[in-house]
């Protein structure tokens, strides 16, 4: 087991009305490795769970760092497809009818995904489609990616899918050094968009980074009742250089 | 604001299907050979396939919606599923995925190359007059109470398809008693859509009458409610002429109208596409 270098934490809350087996996003992380994802997997498919799952888990266990240049996400995705087997035995068995079985299968499932790593150079990072990254230094957001306005998010983001032959679409790369203090914030749409409204220097920015469990439950809460945010699952993955002496 | 219930199992939605299975019914659409009452039966079908589908999450079918399809012809008027549905009304939907009448192997319709088992739960029926009104009665008499037993959920959608005009009175009565049926997020939503056996002009989508060509088109008008401004937006996606204060109604629809309408009425709100 590699030591933690890195502090990474994530939050998720389901879609309001519904439970964690509801739960189409995935988020995977090594704060020893300093590898991170996110994806939000489609609803429009039966399986996007279970293949944002697969993209995470597998992105982050990989550790491959030619998916963050041109051309090698998608090299990776042909190989992550190859392993895909919504039928296998890592996830419960189906309790659909067969025929609707059959279909989910031949149709696939798509999902978006935002994944990186850290290292001693920085953070560079792949996207496609609108799980967006905020970088924030010194309590203030100092760029985001891929999206930067909330106007940005529409209903139809790129998505990678598990059986097309398409070729990949919207491939994008963020790359930057890192300071000592800086966080990395990485947000599925609904709680993105929020989060890209927001001013540069607002005063949300500290208490997002102070967010526990408890506290991002809460933060959803309020930003459902208040209609700030469609209802939407939500996840937040918070990472960041490890101060030294601190816990990850 | 109306019409924005998000649909979820504590809000499921619920969709009645009025199958018009007079005589008339079995008379080809114009150019084709295909009967109105086969065209309607697999349009239907393909619908209810797609509603099973949308609500598939991970290993299961999840009930956000509860479905009826009632067919008025023959001289009676009742519920449409065959097999073990036959006789239920409102059936959730996890229900209707597992009992399918039967499968047939066909060509998808979103995919003509690749052919599949597709379900079967409604199969074409056409015999005597048409009992619109005594059908409007009767999804009164359910839809109600599922509206009092959801009264948060978005309010249900009737589509009425049909090919000719009531033969058991003026249905527009019992069409406006159906359309006051509401829950807290709107009035039910009726929507007509006739078919026609003549090569004329659809008129689609209408916010006025006055461009309709008859009474019955009239009424018909008068009996539909508008769409919702989601189903405006996706009717305009679908590159279809729609205005501010259009109608759920389609008149003098072929086929090719028929599945369209079926996509744009049952639309039921911003649905949460990731």
Not at chain 2, 111 to 135: C, I, R, Y
Request: aromatic content about 8%; hydrophobic content about 40%; charged content about 20%.
């Amino acid at each position: 087991m590699t030591a933690a270098r890195w502090s990474m934490v994530a939050y998720w809350e389901t879609k309001a009305g519904t439970d964690i087996a509801d739960w189409e996003d995935g988020a995977a992380y090594s704060r020893g490795t300093g590898w991170f994802a996110v994806a939000d997997g489609a609803s429009a498919g039966g399986l996007s769970r279970e293949w944002a799952y697969r993209l995470v888990r597998d992105y982050v266990s990989d550790q491959n760092a030619s998916t963050l240049h041109d051309g090698g996400l998608g090299a990776w995705v042909t190989d992550v497809r190859s392993r895909f087997d919504p039928r296998s035995e890592e996830f419960p068995a189906s309790r659909s009818p067969d025929w609707v079985q059959e279909e989910s299968v031949r149709r696939g499932a798509h999902a978006t995904l935002l994944a990186g790593r850290f290292d001693q150079d920085g953070v560079r990072v792949v996207a496609v489609g609108d799980t967006c990254l905020v970088h924030l230094r010194s309590g203030m957001r100092l760029a985001s990616f891929p999206l930067v306005d909330p106007a940005d998010f529409g209903t139809q983001p790129d998505l990678i899918a598990s059986r097309a032959q398409a070729l990949l679409a919207g491939v994008s790369f963020y790359e930057s050094e890192i300071d000592k203090d800086d966080i990395i914030l990485v947000a599925t749409d609904a709680l993105a968009a929020w989060l890209l409204g927001l001013p540069a220097d607002s005063a949300f920015w500290p208490a997002i980074c102070a967010l526990d469990h408890h506290g991002f439950a809460r933060l959803c809460t309020d930003l459902r009742a208040a209609h700030l945010v469609r209802n939407d699952d939500m996840t937040l993955l918070r990472a960041g250089p490890l101060s030294p002496g601190a816990a990850a | 604001m109306p019409y924005s219930q998000p649909i979820d199992r504590g809000h499921p939605g619920c969709i009645v299907l009025l199958l018009d299975q007079s005589g008339s019914m079995l008379d080809p659409f114009a150019g084709g050979r295909e009967s109105k009452a086969d065209a309607l039966a697999k349009a239907v079908n393909r619908l209810l396939r797609n509603f099973v589908l949308q609500c598939q999450r991970g290993q299961q079918v999840r009930d956000y919606y509860e479905i009826a399809a009632i067919g008025y012809g023959g001289g009676a008027v009742g519920p449409a599923f065959g097999g073990r549905l036959k006789g239920q009304y409102l059936v959730p939907v996890s229900i209707l995925a597992s009992y399918p009448l039967k499968m047939v192997t066909d060509v998808l319709p979103e995919d003509p190359q690749v052919s599949v088992d597709l379900p079967v739960w409604v199969e074409p029926k056409a015999a005597a007059g048409t009992p619109m009104t005594a059908a409007m009665n009767m999804v009164g008499s359910f839809v109600v109470d599922w509206a009092n037993a959801h009264p948060g959920s978005f309010p249900p959608i009737v589509v009425n398809i049909s090919d000719g005009e009531a033969t058991d009175g003026d249905p527009r009565p019992t069409a406006e008693l159906l359309r006051n049926i509401y829950t807290s997020d709107g009035n039910l939503l009726l929507f007509n859509i006739n078919l026609s056996s003549e090569p004329r002009t659809p008129i689609e989508y209408p916010n006025a009458p006055n461009l309709l060509p008859d009474l019955y088109a009239r009424g018909l008008f008068d009996m539909s409610s508008p769409l919702t401004p989601y189903m405006l937006a996706v009717a305009r996606g679908m590159g279809l002429p729609v205005s501010e204060g259009a109608r759920g109604f389609v008149f003098n629809a072929d086929a090719a109208k028929l599945s369209e309408f079926l996509d744009v009425g049952t639309r039921v709100s911003q649905v949460q596409d990731r």
